[in-house]
């Protein structure tokens, strides 16, 4: 096969399109997509709505599958997979970061963050270290026991960040995450991002907004469901 | 995800919606506490009616001119067919049959008693011969039983249940003293110990006088109950076949003719009373089951309204990696659950309706040790049976479609 993987891509799709039947006409959202990202990337996907970031969003992150193309993850092919292995991969090799942080209302910073964990039958105790690390990690390892209610937008997103490293997984998948903070506050988030950048875990960062983008290293943009461009910056500037 | 997991999280999300929960639980509670009590009723009677039936003695049987009478076209031919039963039939058997140990017999009149100013209205006179006493045993609690010689001169004697001593001799010792059975005037000579109400029917309300007695005062036309007991009681059915030989002889009956009488023993009886409640608690189990379907609905609604209240938090545990087992998994333990709950609390009112009913009316009710484990079983099936609809609902969604509803 003559796109195999290289053991140094965590992502590679080929030719990945994605069209919805809406009524009797077919929207084509996905027009062949070609992508590699590489172990320790830290790469933004720019575009307008509706350019088709989201569903290449939703494929990589394994919440969708492609109409035609191969996509493979960590060297394993996914397009093939059933219901019940795209979650087992979603649990192990994805962290979620969301543009409204989703988190569970009733639960607390803590139980949050070890849902993925519970998906993943680890035992308590261990599930509770490992979420407490993460929250330390974050920063708001004095907010454990705190709802979602009782933290500001910042931390809130800090928590989801926690929740999507708490598993060590290949990727971290943001869409949005500073869509619904203050200026400051994003700016707080995209440092993070960029210190766990650092330590080496590969982020994709979806987002319509340059200024974010410009916190990666790459960017890849998105119009009319194809790549338009897709450009390595120079290292970021930090103010 | 583990159940326990699971468990824990439908217990939280019962509680957060604690009063919706309870209502959406009414079916089922209703529905359990009626089955639960009607099977504490029904087995508290049958436990009582086998007690009292043991009391009849061992291998004690009754023959009569009706038997068992289920209805009334029964009673009819019965009437017409059915020989009187005669003091020479209950000798006979005592001649012919060796298994019959003793063989006593009783016939009953009603009439009124006096003594003075006191008087009992309707009280039912048995004529029995002394034997009979001594097969149903009749425990003394003053003076004495009937005796033979009584018998032999019909002597105007006569042995007190327990209520009618207390009503016609109040603060009096009625031993020796005289009553008055329409124009007879016979003498006490001893009074039972109570017996009890059964069902609410007092027990104690009769007079036993001389069977040669009875038949001076009310003739002998009344057909008299035989009542025989076995000498081996292991050895009961035989004793019946041939009590049974020697009527069915004495009648002139031929070959495959039906029995014009009755031979009623402790098991019959209890086996007569158990078709009977059991008809009953199958009739209960049927209405009752309607209003467990009804609840089961109920369940199932309230569980398609939590999927759409929870479709964000569905597509986040899809997200984090929950698979559509977890998802099932999830909100069918809850469903179980919800429909356990009812079920106990259906089961509490249900034993504390048991314990009242036992202790302010007569009815015997007895809270029966395997209705927990059958409720919950039952309550497990609803929770399964109407949670999997929903389950199957919510497992489906859409994660993409679900993690963007608000």
Redesign the interface.
Known sequence: MHAAPAPDEVIRTRGLVRSFAMGSATVHALRGVDLVIRRGEYVAIMGPSGSGKSTLMNLIGCLDTPTAGEYWLEGQPIASLGEAELARIRNREIGFVFQTFNLLPRASALRNVELPLVYAQMPPAERRRRATEALQKVGLGDRLDHRPNELSGGQRQRVSIARALVTNPALLLADEPTGNLDSKTSHEIMLLFEALHREGHTIVVVTHERDIAEHAERVVTIRDGAIASDERQPRPVRP | ??IV?AGKLAL?SIW?NRLRSFLTLLGVIIGIAAIVATAAVIHGLNRYVAEKLSNLGKGVFVVQRFGIITNRQEFLDAARRNKRLLPADARAIAERVPGAEIVGWEVHATADLERGEHVIRDTDIGGVTPAILEIEPYEVAEGRLLLQHEEDHAAAVAFLGHEVAQRLFPNVDPIGKELRIGGARLTVVGTAAQKGSFLGFSQDNYVKIPFSLHQKLYGTLGSVNISVKAREPARLEETIDEVRAVVRARHHLRPGAPDDFGILTAEGINDLWRNLTQTIFRVALFVVGISLVVGGIVIMNIMLVAVVERT??I????????????IVQQFLVEAVLLSCLGGAIGIAIAYAAATLLAANTPLPAEFPPWAPPVAFAVCTAIGVFFGIHPARRAAHLD??EA?RSE
């Open positions: 995800m583990r997991e939280e957060a964000r938090e597509g986040v545990r899809k997200a984090v990696g929950a698979s559509q087992r977890d994660p993409i993690l």
